[in-house]
């Protein structure tokens, strides 16, 4: 069976020089701990600070001083991070045993995709993983990666026999070629 997540951070591990990253939606921080790993330096950002806390905890229980943890909303992006971002994630929908009333939603995601693609860099990936229980986001997601320039290569990759299985959509930046 596949993993989605295992299978979104194989995507962004085929990038070799990986500056900046950051993870649109820290969670429990296993992608914020991932994106560390690989990167000089990664920002996480999460709405809730339990979130924000169970991040950091992991952090640093495995030795990574390399993350920005931001306790804020993922639109406000370009209130944070002044570079060019080499990878991002995005892991969208609620807290896994927290409150599910908390969750992205396709205004803010869509908002904060927008920042975020205006400073993604040269061959910039951006990996979205996507979950059937909010059709609303997931059209709004297409919608918005299916109009993108030419100079994006928009993907998704989707388990076809699997209806309620999550899926990805990738947004990688060609610009250089
Ligand atoms: C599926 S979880 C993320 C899982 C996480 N990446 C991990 O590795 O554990 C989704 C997270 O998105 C957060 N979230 C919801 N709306 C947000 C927003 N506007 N900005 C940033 N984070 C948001 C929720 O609080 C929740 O923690």
Same mark, same amino acid.
């Given at each position: !069976?596949?993993?989605?997540?295992?299978?979104?951070?194989? =995507?962004? /591990?085929?990038?070799?020089?990986?500056?900046?990253?950051?993870? !649109?939606?820290? @969670?429990?921080?296993?992608?914020?701990?991932?994106?560390?790993?690989? /990167?000089?330096?990664?920002?996480?950002?999460?709405?809730?600070?339990?979130? =924000?806390?169970?991040?950091?905890?992991?952090?640093?229980?495995?030795?990574?001083?390399?993350?920005?943890?931001?306790?804020? /909303?993922?639109? *406000? =992006?370009?209130?944070?991070?002044?570079? +060019?971002?080499?990878?991002?994630?995005?892991?969208? @929908?609620?807290?896994? @045993?927290?409150?599910?009333?908390? !969750?992205?939603? /396709?205004?803010?995601?869509?908002?904060?995709?927008?920042?975020?693609?205006?400073?993604?860099?040269?061959? @910039?990936?951006?990996?979205?993983?996507?979950?059937?229980?909010?059709?609303?986001?997931?059209?709004?997601?297409?919608?918005?990666?299916?109009?993108?320039?030419?100079?994006?290569? &928009? !993907?998704?990759? *989707?388990?076809?026999? +699997?209806?309620?299985?999550?899926?990805?959509?990738?947004? +990688?930046?060609?610009? *250089? &070629?």
């Amino acid at each position: !069976m596949i993993d989605i997540n295992e299978l979104a951070h194989r =995507i962004i /591990s085929e990038k070799i020089n990986v500056n900046v990253s950051v993870d !649109m939606t820290s @969670g429990n921080g296993h992608d914020t701990l991932f994106l560390a790993r690989l /990167s000089d330096h990664t920002y996480a950002f999460d709405i809730q600070t339990v979130a =924000i806390e169970s991040t950091r905890t992991l952090l640093e229980n495995n030795n990574q001083t390399n993350v920005t943890l931001i306790n804020d /909303s993922h639109e *406000k =992006i370009l209130n944070y991070v002044k570079e +060019k971002i080499d990878a991002a994630i995005y892991n969208l @929908g609620y807290l896994p @045993g927290s409150d599910k009333t908390v !969750m992205t939603n /396709s205004i803010s995601t869509v908002n904060s995709l927008d920042h975020l693609i205006s400073i993604l860099a040269e061959e @910039g990936i951006i990996v979205i993983v996507l979950y059937p229980h909010n059709p609303e986001e997931i059209a709004a997601v297409v919608e918005y990666t299916s109009k993108l320039s030419p100079s994006y290569d &928009c !993907m998704e990759h *989707k388990i076809l026999n +699997k209806e309620s299985a999550p899926f990805l959509i990738t947004i +990688k930046s060609n610009k *250089k &070629c």
